[in-house]
Nanobody
Framework: QVQLVESGGGLVQAGGSLRLSCAAS????????MAWFRQAPGKEREFVAA????????YYTDSVKGRFTISRDNAKNTVYLQMNSLKPEDTAVYYC????????????????WGQGTQVTVSS
């Protein structure tokens, strides 16, 4: 069993930055693929970014490429999402997800999910 706790959300003006963190419990964190998803009001949950267990491979949805960076610190059981040049359309609840796999997964087929953290970008 893995528990995920997100933090770092908040209100920011357009063009600003936020860094989300996701702290994971469990001793096998380093064997999990990790990802960030987001869900805006009235919309389906969408993939944002994913990172392999080793941290040597990442993948982003097109709308955040060049602005967001996913990273992980396996020694701290934590995955991060650095978000720069934020836009109002980035406003959503952001969720951290984990799955014990060596693959990069971009669909919501993850085994464990956090409770979400709200990100609001004002124009």
């Amino acid at each position: 069993q893995v528990q995920l706790v997100e933090s770092g959300g908040g209100l920011v003006q357009a063009g600003g930055s936020l860094r989300l963190s996701c702290a994971a419990s469990g001793r096998t964190f380093s064997s999990y693929a990790m990802a960030w998803f987001r869900q805006a009001p009235g919309k389906e949950r969408e993939f944002v970014a994913a990172i392999r267990w080793s941290g040597n491979s990442t993948y982003y949805t097109d709308s955040v490429k060049g602005r967001f960076t996913i990273s992980r610190d396996n020694a701290k059981n934590t995955v991060y999402l650095q978000m720069n040049s934020l836009k109002p359309e980035d406003t959503a609840v952001y969720y951290c997800a984990a799955r014990p796999t060596a693959l990069l997964i971009t669909t919501p087929s993850y085994d464990y999910w956090g409770q979400g953290t709200q990100v609001t970008v004002s124009s």
